[in-house]
């Protein structure tokens, strides 16, 4: 009685905690429980009431009783007047009172409720018997990053939200068998933020194939000016799933916290190849939303209030849960977890979570703002003939109209669910048998004495807000002058190894000085405001470093400009632009994983994940990180956009007339990109230089000559390579990952097991 009376406590009663657990109770276990309930359960229960179909059980109340003549009317007889029998039919349609599928859901809700209950409540027990924890979160692990995979495959944009709400679950229950109060954390704001961006986007998806046709992602090609407020909000409930510092990846980022602290070398692999696999998806889907079609006719005037009413309240919601974000983990979870754990977790400073709110909310403006009509002069797309339109129908060399096409890349034969999902169930499923051998074998008791001390370190502190803005205006005023001298250099450099006397060293500064003065001039008015939003992201990544905060979170700034320039480049419509769009997310899906085992590998080495932990070492972190070090070496030719993996850019006119994601590009909005790969150059070269620095003042000489000696080697593999293809991309940056990754992470293996 006293478990019925807690869990009846805890479907009902309503705290936060309660509540993150409860909102995913519509999406996470759906399609299982509804089987259970549909095919199993409710059968034997209507046979014994008379053969009775729950699921049809209705009552018609479109039939009304006039009490005076104690008569029975439809409703269009009320209406008419008792008028034509035609027109009384044509005005009345049959309503249902749905009864039974009402039981069938209140049925479904209480299994829900029970699974994710008990999950929860055994949490912590995870850490104590380490065999069932590892059962747990080796499974949740392996279909996180195998339905985020399965997800690259789909079009469909109902599967693609199927497949990453499965992806999202394994990794929720990840984080439950860790069994670390750091580790639940996340868990509950993995299902809180994941339940409301998710609802936010099936209810964008519903609308859209309701007046577009199709859920087809490919169908959503120019939905910008179909649907231009659905699209926003559809792009804001995207960048809610995957892009940081909205709630989604900040429990990501909180997971991969709690899996360094307690050695869980496979979940931090698994991490940061399936983020990796995750951006990719919702990159390209984004990127398709992003584009503006000046043929396309605006049909959001059909859209009902109603439906208008429920979108809005949801991704107000949604912004408001990022936003008290710091409010929520403060005063309601973290009380939780210290009753529960006897410890509060600590996993990311204030400070950060309110520098997070900041952004957020700059995003949602930028998102969901209207952008005003531009005064630049318009000019057509790039198409390879003479353009009959302003489209993309071009005259070919044959006299012919034609017209360019472009399509995602999703590669089904190699990530489909035919392809991958047997090999995931074989693997989960011997998971599953060697963790019940285990118990049956050793017993639990002596799996108890197992378990693994949890590693503390000091997680975030940082240099607080303060120091964050002072370090973004110091790299804001310093990078562009060291980047711009690093680019002269560059092309020294490549002049002399290719026989030239090449420009002078300033030359790259007049460039940009020319751009800034050229006559403006616009495929569309959207992609001079994402490029300085790049710009501007960048800018605050460099300052996160170099102020001595976190390396993740600059990370992620990083990242969220590489999704900017994307958004700027395919919203033109151009199908090479588009092309370079496509390569640059394929780029960051390539050099993603290493990146983030970098900051593994610093918070190994230093216990921390802030950069200004380096300074205070009695030794350069090279000597604990050198595995992972090579790995970055090895990306930090995609990083940089060289030969021969300068797919999305191709500067210099090394292979190509067009420059990939720049095709459409002029102007202010040209300058903006060169300003902010040269702030990328000087961050870049800067994480190299972190790994030689330690307490002495001669570290910062050597940290300068190793940085100077790794920019020669990638402009010496700049004009020595030719220019290889994605797949070698590809398989350079994962390779490099896993293996050095798995390198550098065996002392974890060594303090736990040994």
Known sequence: MAFLKEFKE????????????????GGAFGKIVSSLVNDILM???????????????????????????NAMHSVGDMVTGGGDPAQAAAAAEPIYWNYGAFIQQCVDFTILALCVFLMVKLSPLYAIYPVTGFMVTSVGAITFLLAALMAISQSNAKRVLAYSTISNLGLISACLGVGAPEAVWAAIFLILFHTVAKSLLFLCVGTAEHHIGSRNIEDMDGMFSRMPHLTRLMMLGIMGMFVAPFGMLVSKW????????????????VLAFGSAATFFFWGKWLAKLSGVDPTAQNVEVNVHKTEWMALNTIAALLILCCVAFPVISSGLVSPYLAMVFGRVPYVIGKDAMYLMVVIVAFIAVVLLTSFRVSNKPHVNVYLSGVGTDNYRHFRGSMGHEVKAEKRNWYSEDALGEKRIGPAGSVVCCSIILFA????AWIGPERLAMSAPSVLRGKYFEGSGVVGIFIGTVAFALLAPLVGGLIDGVDRKLSARMQGRVGPRLLQPFYDVAKLLRKAPASVNTMDDT????????????????????????CAFMVTLAAIFVVLASASTQSPFAQVGADRELLQVMSYEPAVLLMSVGLYLATDSFDSIAVTGQSAPIIAYSAPIFLALLAVLTIKLRKSPFDLSYSHHAHQEIVQGVATEMSGGTLAKMTLMHWCETVLFLMWVGMFFVWDNPV???????????????????????????????????WGVALVFGLLNLMPILVDVFI
């Not at 805890?10 to 109770?25: P, S, T």
């Not at 909180?254 to 307690?262: E, K, N």
């Not at 994402?530 to 979170?553: D, R």
């Not at 010496?716 to 070698?728: G, K, M, P, Q």
């Open 43 to 69: 059968p034997p229960i209507g046979a014994l009431i008379g053969n009775t179909d729950f699921s049809q059980l209705r009552l018609d109340i479109s039939k009304v009783r006039d009490v005076t003549s």
């Open 530 to 553: 994402y490029m300085a939003c790049a710009l501007i992201f960048t800018v605050v990544g460099g300052g996160i470093f170099v102020s001595g905060s976190n390396t993740l979170l």
């Open 436 to 439: 019940l051998l285990c118990c």
């Open 699 to 733: 570290s910062w000489v050597v940290a300068l000559v190793v940085m100077v000696a790794t920019y020669f080697v990638e402009v010496l593999i700049d004009n020595t390579f030719a220019r290889s293809t994605w797949r070698s991309c590809f398989k350079l940056g």
């Open 254 to 269: 909180g997971a991969l916290v709690a899996f360094a602290q307690t050695g869980n070398v496979l979940m931090i692999m």
């Open 10 to 25: 805890f479907a009902l009663k309503g705290n936060v905690m309660d509540m993150a657990v409860g909102v995913i109770i």
